[in-house]
Structures are given as C-alpha cells and as structure tokens.
Nanobody, 123 residues
Framework: HVQLVESGGKTVQTGGSLRLSCQASGYHHSAYCLAWFRQAPGKAREGVAQVFGAGGTPNYADSVKGRCTISRDNIKNTPYLQMNSLKPEDTAMYYC?????????????????WGQGTQVTVS
C-alpha cells in the first residue's frame, strides 16, 4: 500500500524560502518517478517538478525554473522540493506524487499515487 505524506508547507513572505518533504512508503522508491504538483484555488492542478527513477536531469515547470530544486533521498524514501525567491503566485496546495513510470512532461496522468497536500502561502 503506497502512502505519501507531505510536510513543510507554511506562510512565508515574498522572497522567502522553504523546503517541502514527502515521506513515502510502500514501493521501491528509487525506481519510481516522483513529482510535486500544486493547485491554487479555482485553478487546475499543475506540475511543478519531477525527478526520475532512472536518474537524469529533473524537469521543472517554466514558472519555477531557477527558483526550485527537486531532490530525492532514496535511503529515507523522501523527495524534497526546495523553493526560493517565493512569489505570491506560488501560493497553492502542494502535492507529492509517485508513478512507476513517467515522461518528462509533468503530465499528472502518469501519477497514480498522491499525498493529501501541504499548504504554501506567500504573502
């Protein structure tokens, strides 16, 4: 049974930083695609960043490129999202997601497993 539990969301000021974590269990973490998505009120869920099970260069949405870094700790079964230079438009519920396979296009259709989300508010 795959479980994903996000943490680290909080209210920060514009220009601030934070790091999101996602405690994952129930699958072979190192082999899975892991991603962060976000959803603002009244908007569709969008991909933020993804990292691949086979290694390779992570993929980022244009809106966060240069400001966010996704990483994974395969021993702790934890993917992270470091977010810097935060903007009010980054305000959203952030979700961790996992997939046994994916493409480098941040398409949510690949992701079968989802966490409950952690709220990030930038004021």
């Amino acid at each position: 049974h795959v479980q994903l539990v996000e943490s680290g969301g909080k209210t920060v000021q514009t220009g601030g930083s934070l790091r999101l974590s996602c405690q994952a269990s129930g699958y072979h973490h190192s082999a899975y695609c892991l991603a962060w998505f976000r959803q603002a009120p009244g908007k569709a869920r969008e991909g933020v960043a993804q990292v691949f099970g086979a290694g390779g260069t992570p993929n980022y949405a244009d809106s966060v490129k240069g400001r966010c870094t996704i990483s994974r700790d395969n021993i702790k079964n934890t993917p992270y999202l470091q977010m810097n230079s935060l903007k009010p438009e980054d305000t959203a519920m952030y979700y961790c997601a996992a997939a046994s396979k994916c493409q480098a296009n941040l398409n949510r259709a690949w992701y079968v497993y989802w966490g409950q989300g952690t709220q990030v508010t930038v004021s």
